[in-house]
């Protein structure tokens, strides 16, 4: 296990059962945010997301669940994802454990998913949960989004008392539409389900304050401390893969540097062409200053 920290900022590379036994204190969390593996059959660095049976990924699933749960604030909050075969199964658990608030459905396009034989999957569930239904942060003001029907249709509610537009603006309802994370685009990391910022900025808003600790078991490429050190908050996150924690420690800017190897990020296939015409057109310009400077002379 290796600690790397920096202005508030932890990352733990080690596997997640020891590090939230041995490393976290109890009632010390704000907001746990959960996107563990699948139990797909995804590639996470080498890493295969498939377990022999299904109950050995719940029991699996049952004991971190457990953990963070522990781990959380009397007033703290819980999301976690899962794939839909096995959400039911989280569901069931986490009922008598702490107060389900929400049943939030993530859903997305996808031109990958061309499902012939049945209805492709196109959504991924999360469950908003808490330790304490009469206490536990809510900022509803900090995530409204556009109400259709009162800032596009302007319609009037007449049963208010004098009649007034419908709000223009709403608290997200459980439905989420935000697109998947693409190769081409910006906040793209080299990792099989990588979760986008909007997701985790909504979730971060809403169950946390500045100065709040947030944590992820399961962090991949770290969206989650990026976005929590975006939103003024502390963060801790684990990984098990050295590949996705040198991501991480570059993205929260704890260090620029692992091991004597500088932590750049990834140039994708596309990008290379931009580079090698930029290169091409410095040249250029270079040349016709070079050349400019000799027949003035």
Known sequence: MQKYEKNGHVIYHGESLEILRNEINDKSIDLVFIDPPYNIGKDFDGRKDRWKKDNDYLNWCYEWLELCISKLKENGSLYVMT???????????????????????????SSGVQAKNYYGSLYEPILFCVKDK????FNSNDI?????????????DYRKNPPQQYNSKKVPGNVWEFPRVRY??????????????ALLERIIKA???????????????????????????????IEISEKYIKIGLRRVGITLNFNGEKLEKEIRTFENGKIERSKIINEIVLQSKLEFNYYEE
């Open 134 to 137: 009469h206490n536990y942060t």
């Open 83 to 109: 794939s839909t075969q096995f959400m039911p199964y989280f569901d069931i658990f986490l009922r008598d454990k702490i107060q389900i608030i929400s049943r939030i459905v993530w859903s997305y396009d």
């Open 184 to 197: 081409r685009m910006p906040e793209y990391e080299n990792h099989p389900s990588q979760k986008p910022i």
């Open 144 to 156: 409204l989004v556009e109400a259709k029907t009162g800032s596009k249709r302007k319609l009037i």
């Open 207 to 237: 169950s946390s304050n500045k100065g709040n600790v947030v944590l992820d078991p399961f962090s991949g490429v770290f969206t989650t401390s990026f976005v929590a050190k975006k939103l003024n908050r502390k963060s801790i996150g």
